[in-house]
């Protein structure tokens, strides 16, 4: 086994244990944590899929805006030292683990009963070529994403200012 | 890279998105408050994202779509964890908890 092969089961690795960690730690933070976990082993494993350019955008974006944006909600609604513990009923935990045994089975008998007609050409996609793309084909959607990103940011902010709390 | 046996496959990657898939409807369903609740749908997110772009590499090396596809998903991503968590210290403002128990009132 080569080193490039050891990284990357090393990434799924942290991948899958990021998820769990993330869905069935006691404390949020901790669920927090496990969510970063999760996003650099994809961004490693969109290395592997050559896309370097969405692996630096999955840090940036994921790990540095939302995660921190998730924090600050987390500290921001109340100590949470004195909070509960994460995890609901035993009935409540049955019937999630059953839904989502009942899914994977489901996906998983797809997966691999279709064959993908795979491994046509060589994949040689750059940046330069995405940039193209959204500027070409894809310029409609792309504005379209841009002006739904303002007015979620508006109306946050109209959220913030125009509701009166409980004091 | 010529040893590339499991990380040249694509069921490999279409299992690690489905596992983050029941991941997230696990927490959605498990989890007790709305933030834990926002963190698993990223979790899905994540786990459609990746799919594509190893749709992408594998099945149609031909143009970058997949790759802008889990570009907006990303951006999507963003806007609605923006908009929920504003919606969320709202409701922690009002009702003193995130637990998703407790907003019941428009059930009566």
């Keep these: ?167 | 890279m010529t040893g590339a046996f499991l990380s040249g496959n694509l069921n490999v990657y279409l299992f690690v998105g489905l596992f983050l898939l029941c991941c997230g409807i696990l927490g959605v369903i498990y989890r007790r408050t709305l933030i834990a609740m926002l963190i698993s749908i990223e979790l899905i997110m994540n786990g459609a994202g990746l799919n594509f772009v190893a749709f992408n590499r594998f099945v149609s090396p031909e143009g970058p779509d997949g790759m802008i596809f889990t570009l907006f998903i990303m951006g999507l991503a963003a806007a609605e964890a923006a908009i929920a968590l504003a919606i969320i210290i709202l409701i922690f403002r009002k009702y003193r908890s995130i637990e998703s128990t407790e907003m019941e009132e428009m059930k009566d």
């Design chain 1, 1 to 167: 086994m080569n080193l490039g092969e050891s990284i990357f089961i090393l990434m799924l690795i942290i991948t899958m244990a990021g998820a769990l960690t993330t869905v069935l730690s006691g404390s949020i933070i901790y669920a927090l944590i496990g969510l970063v976990a999760t996003m650099f082993g994809i961004a490693g494993l969109y290395v592997y899929l050559n896309a370097p350019f969405l692996a630096m955008m999955q840090i940036l974006i994921y790990v540095g805006a939302i995660t921190i944006l998730i924090a600050f909600a987390i500290m921001l609604a109340g100590p949470f030292y004195k909070r509960p513990k994460e995890w609901t009923g035993i009935g409540k935990f049955v019937a999630a683990l059953v839904v989502s045994a009942i899914s994977f089975a489901m996906f998983s008998s797809v997966i691999m009963k279709v064959s993908w007609n795979e491994g046509k050409g060589a994949f040689s996609l750059l940046t330069k070529d995405i940039g193209r793309a959204l500027f070409d084909r894809y310029a409609f959607p792309f504005e379209l994403i841009s002006f739904v990103i303002v007015v979620s940011i508006i109306g946050a902010i109209m959220l913030a200012i125009f509701s009166k709390g409980e004091k």
